[in-house]
């Protein structure tokens, strides 16, 4: 849609949503179905469902390197090639060059982005768990950071909402640890993966093995299937986009929602970068954008904003944002804003191999792994750290072994029977707000003439010692389930950022003069102006936040509107 040089009343609408990834897409889907004229702003290139899916059905021979990552690459994506996984031939196509969109590291954070319509909706894990009561309490219970605002009960409702739409499988467990939600039929583990979940629970008490719960389809409701959604097909290819909208994303979801409502406007390729801050009527009345192709200045209008750019790009048009009020930063009276940059900490935890189970293998190749909820702090364990974590991982068989005398006929056999079972349990441990964790902005600017971003995290003492834990008890359960050929890891390396959960950089609270958001999500002192994705988070507890930033989303939509009809926005 070409809107360069239209008049403003043509650039205004009900409602803007800045960003079209999950909480985006979710902004866009609520306000519009209840009626509001939308415009999503996506900083990125638009990408189609079904039609820009381009690597969706390839196999590693139909790539040049076979799938590696190559010496180009390595120094394009120098950030993204730090998750291991997604600079490769087959998975880099929706992450970002970082080369095209520098940071610079006063202490290493990796920041992994994907600029397009859906943002990384299309690239997400796809892990779907609700926080837990306590979760929302443990900040004012144990003194750090702030507290929440809101509590689990505040959010039950909106949790449900999301699982219902979205569509999440997964197995009731009737855990206070890992509240149960609206689950279609779980995945199935395989039969290590049962035999490891039955000596847990025999020899560990307090401790349990599921699967993961995860925002795939497995049975479909008639609300999904109108949307163009089927079953999963167990393909893990889900970072290429999917064909068959079996998981969760913008483009498969709540975008296609909104657009069948005839309310939304999608508008691509503009970079926000700050807010319209009117004095005379209290309110931000609009946005500033660049035209990432053209470098052309564009502004929108709107009667309530949604940031939903990411927790960093979020803070980072806030920061921006400045105005005779907001002096440092929309909504920064309290000198939070940019700072508590929490992620998971991961890339701790052990491996193994176990006999037997020959006779026994699997079909397909299942996009989700079996999950271990939170036990230690939990009940009477008592740890030298505070919070906890959780293991994901799962177990395989490995591909036929040839020796070095195999040959032809002998080569291929080899090559065709399976071998040993193993398995692997990673921990993803809570990160405590710090505000020494932070993001600023350096006097350097990008190409588009914007602030590049600085980073300044690093885990702290209580992270450190939780990641010893993660490692011995992830060994301690293998070992008593019979695996052998134990090996344990903990990566020293690995800097915030890579567990890809960035939160906390524009906090909820219940004072300004100690958060950014109200608990509405509201900014303060600019109330139009909603911030519902990670940036909002007051801790970052150990389960994966995607379902948390829908359900934040789709209740504060649900105030905005009815403040707005009330003539209070």
Known sequence: ??????????????????????????????????????????????????????????????????GRLDNQAQEDYWAVKRTGYAASEENRGFFVKDTEHPYKEKRSFDWIRGYHTGGRSLMWGRQSYRWNEQDFKANLEEGFGADWPIRYADLAPWYEYAEKFAGVSGYKEGLDVLPDGHFQPGMEMNCVEQHLRDSVKSKFPGRHVTIGRTAHLTAPTEEQKALGRGTCMYRNRCMRGCPYGAYFSSQSATLPAAERTGNMTLITDKIVYSTIFEKDTDKVIGVKAIDQNTKEEVEYFGKIIFLNASAINSAWIMMQS????????????????????????????????????????????????????????????????????????????????????????????????????????????????????????????????????????????????????????????????????????????????????????????????????????????????????????????????????????????????????????
């Open 1 to 66: 849609m070409n809107i360069q040089g239209k008049a403003k009343e043509q650039m205004t609408f009900d409602a803007l949503v800045i960003g079209s990834g999950i909480s985006g897409g979710w902004a866009a889907k609520e306000l519009t179905e209840k009626g509001l004229k939308v415009a999503v702003i996506e900083r990125g290139h638009d990408v189609k469902h079904l039609v820009d899916y381009p690597d969706a059905m390839k196999d590693s021979w139909d790539y040049p390197h076979r």
């Open 322 to 569: 400045k105005s005779g009020k907001h002096a440092n930063g929309l909504g920064n009276e309290s000198d939070q804003l940019g700072r508590n940059i929490m992620d998971h900490h991961l890339a701790s935890g052990a491996g193994g191999t176990i006999d037997g189970f020959t006779d026994k293998y699997y079909f397909g190749n299942r996009a989700n792994g079996i999950y271990i909820p939170r036990f230690t702090n939990w009940g009477s364990d008592k740890r030298d750290f505070v919070r906890g974590f959780g293991y994901q991982g799962g177990a395989s068989r490995a591909k036929g072994t040839p020796t070095e005398e195999s040959f032809g006929a002998n080569f291929k056999d080899a090559m065709s029977n399976p071998g040993v079972w193993s398995m692997n349990l990673g921990g993803f441990g809570e990160t405590l707000p710090d505000p020494n964790n932070r993001m600023t902005l350096t006097g350097e600017k990008d190409k588009w003439g914007l602030p590049v971003i600085e980073f300044d995290a690093a885990w702290g003492d209580n992270e450190q010692k939780m990641r010893i834990a993660m490692r011995d008890e992830a060994a301690n359960m293998l070992e008593a389930a019979g695996f052998k050929n134990i090996y344990t890891y903990k990566d020293e390396v690995k800097a915030p950022g890579i567990g890809i959960h960035e939160m906390g950089t524009a906090r909820m609270g219940n004072d300004p003069k100690t958060s950014v958001l109200n608990k509405y999500n509201q900014v303060w002192g600019a109330e139009n102006v909603f911030v519902t994705d990670g940036a909002a988070m007051v801790s970052s507890s150990c389960v994966n936040p995607s379902l948390t930033y829908m359900a934040l989303t789709a209740r504060a939509a649900a105030f905005a509107v009815d403040e707005l009809k009330k003539g209070n926005l």
